[in-house]
């Protein structure tokens, strides 16, 4: 574990190559399968509510119909989480050439709201263990397999593919020390950033 500005950091992040790859996944982390969609922080449960009714113009109405009866979120302080349909799709799922998006984040792409998702959602496949210190922890699951590689064949790392939550969660100045210390421990970081 490295400590970068007082958030521990798994080795593993530092070095990790991956780069999404939607043509072959599908938007898989979006359609796990499992009794609970995304974390979601306490913080951010009233802003969804608030959002919700912009986003749903991208959803189906079986997504719809859903969050009207089972609600967006689940779970109470400190362990919320998305609802998932039928314990896969969260409810904020939308399709596109059979690719899983969500909606939340296509109203933020358009300029309809300000906030992008849900924050877990925004790190993945980045984790943050609340129980251990923070800590950041990469998260393998075998969907983001063609991701390990794409991210190897284009050469691109992990705090890249997620520089914009690590930004949003920690500030500019940590992210720019977490890739000075990648640059100097590895020097592993060939793009400014």
């Not at 358009?110 to 496949?125: A, D, Q, T, V």
């Given at each position: 574990m490295t400590i970068i500005d007082e958030v521990p950091v798994e080795e593993e992040i530092l070095t990790k190559k991956f780069c999404c790859d939607l043509e072959k996944c599908k938007g898989a982390c979006c359609t796990f399968y499992g009794e609970y969609g995304a974390p979601v922080l306490d913080e951010e449960v009233d802003i969804i509510k608030d959002c919700k009714p912009i986003a749903e113009k991208y959803l189906s109405k079986k997504s719809i119909d859903y969050i009207k009866k089972y609600g967006f979120v689940e779970g109470y302080p400190g362990n919320y989480s998305t609802v998932c349909i039928e314990n896969k799709d969260c409810v904020f799922?939308?399709?596109?050439?059979?690719?899983?998006?969500?909606?939340?984040?296509?109203?933020?792409?358009?300029?309809?709201?300000?906030?992008?998702?849900?924050?877990?959602?925004?790190?993945?496949?980045?984790?943050?263990?609340?129980?251990?210190?923070?800590?950041?922890?990469?998260?393998?699951?075998?969907?983001?397999e063609s991701a390990l590689k794409k991210g190897k064949k284009e050469n691109i790392l992990l705090a890249e593919s997620v520089k914009d939550a690590l930004i949003r969660k920690y500030g500019e100045s940590w992210y720019k020390n977490f890739v000075n210390y990648i640059k100097l421990k590895f020097n592993n970081f060939e793009k400014d950033i």
């Open positions: 799922v939308y399709y596109e050439r059979g690719i899983a998006f969500c909606a939340l984040e296509k109203a933020y792409l358009n300029g309809e709201i300000k906030f992008r998702k849900p924050l877990s959602c925004h790190l993945f496949p980045i984790r943050i263990a609340y129980w251990n210190q923070g800590s950041l922890y990469f998260s393998e699951i075998s969907e983001c």
